[in-house]
Each structure stands twice: as structure tokens, then as C-alpha cells.
């Protein structure tokens, strides 16, 4: 039996995405330790960003399927820590220069709940590797996760940001309350990131995007 490494496990981990920012867990810094046994059972220590995400069951089982996709990987445990607490500082340099840029960009509008209509645009493309990417006008690829492909989806310019909470809500098995924010991230990331239009608001779009079937 072939040893797996280290090396190997995080690379493929680099492929899981945050569900709250199109960056890597890797990058994001989430990832405190990964013990693998001579018989190829990984361990993996990890923390979340904050102690409320309701995501973090999305997380785990992403982290859990990303390393199985190692060749010679037996089982998979996850355990999830506080301490040390996450900070920016534990991001990689290239994930603190994407924050920054999107720190950087106009804020759009505040989102009306009742009207806002969003509506997905760009195409999604399926890797060698078998991750998935969205990817803008301009041909720049987000990594993202399954979770983050069901939403871009659901957004068809006809649900309002009330519906999509909700449809959000049962797609994760979560209260309504719980994933409010994470809508709400997802809508800004998607958006600045030329994935996502808002219709029906008082600013309309200075470039008209078609979705691509």
C-alpha cells in the first residue's frame, strides 16, 4: 500500500471551498493539521471562521469527500477546534490580496428583500480534476462547492432574496434565521465577482449579461 502524504491531502483540500468567500480552505487558513496513520486513516484538525456558521456540517462532509478523492485514502475523520481562534492572519498571501481587492470594490446598493430579482450569469465548468468553477465574462474561474452551484441556480432573475432564503433554508436543513447572512454573503461575493445580476432595483446594470445555458 502506497503511503499517502501530506502534500497530497492538502493539495486536494485546496480544492474545497469556504461557503461564505470563493477562496480555499486551505488559503483561508482553516486547516491546523492533518495526521495520517500508516494504514492511510486521515485526521484532519480544522477550525471555522466563526463559532455560528451553520454551514460547518457542509463543510466537514466537503473536507471528508476532497480527501477521499486521494488515491489510497482509507477513512476520514474531522474535528473541528476553536483554539487557537481563526484570525486573517492565518491566510495565505494570496487569499489576503483577494480580500482586499474585494474589500476595495464599490459596495452595491443595499439589497431590497421584496423586489430584488437576482439572476445568475456566467457558465460553470466542470475541471480536469473534477472541481467545478464559475466563471465571468472576463473567463475568470471561482473554485466553488456544491452548495454554492445549487444557489448560483436557483438565482433565475424570478425568485425575490425572501424566496431564495427560504429555498436556501431547505436545500442545508436549516432555519430560516440561521442562513439569512450566509444568503446575503453569497448574493455580494457572487455579484462582485461577475456571477450575479440584481434586477428590479433602483441601479440597473451598466453591462446587460446573458446566462449561458
Known amino acids: ?6 502534500d497530497q491531502v492538502r493539495n486536494s483540500l485546496k480544492q474545497c471551498m469556504d461557503p461564505e ?5 486551505v488559503d483561508m487558513g482553516l486547516i491546523y493539521g ?13 477550525t471555522m471562521t466563526t463559532q455560528g456558521c451553520p454551514l460547518h456540517e457542509t463543510m466537514v462532509d466537503d473536507v471528508k469527500r476532497y480527501t477521499k478523492k486521494v488515491s489510497g485514502v482509507n477513512s476520514v475523520n474531522v474535528d473541528i477546534v476553536w483554539d487557537p481562534p481563526w484570525t486573517m492572519d492565518k491566510m495565505s498571501d494570496e487569499a489576503k490580496a ?3 481587492k474585494m474589500g476595495s ?20 465548468v466542470k475541471q480536469e480534476d473534477g472541481s467545478m468553477v464559475l466563471a465571468n465574462e472576463h473567463e ?8 454554492i452551484i445549487d444557489f ?6 424570478n425568485r425575490k432574496v425572501t424566496e431564495l432564503v427560504e429555498l436556501f433554508a431547505q436545500q442545508t ?3 430560516r434565521t440561521q442562513v439569512e447572512k450566509e444568503v446575503m454573503q453569497l448574493l455580494k461575493q457572487l455579484h462582485e465577482g461577475g456571477l450575479l445580476v440584481i434586477t428590479n432595483q433602483t441601479d440597473t446594470p451598466n453591462v446587460e449579461f446573458k446566462k449561458s445555458n
Open 1 to 6: 500500500m502506497e503511503p499517502v502524504s501530506e
Open 21 to 25: 468567500v470563493p477562496l480555499s480552505i
Open 34 to 46: 492533518i495526521d495520517i496513520s500508516e494504514n492511510n486513516d486521515v485526521n484532519i484538525k480544522m
Open 98 to 100: 483577494m480580500m482586499n
Open 105 to 124: 470594490q464599490n459596495t452595491p446598493a443595499p439589497i431590497n428583500y421584496e423586489t430584488a430579482l437576482p439572476q445568475g450569469v456566467g457558465n460553470l
Open 140 to 147: 475568470q474561474g471561482f473554485m466553488v462547492n456544491q452548495a
Open 152 to 157: 448560483w441556480k436557483s438565482c433565475d432573475g
Open 173 to 175: 436543513g436549516l432555519q
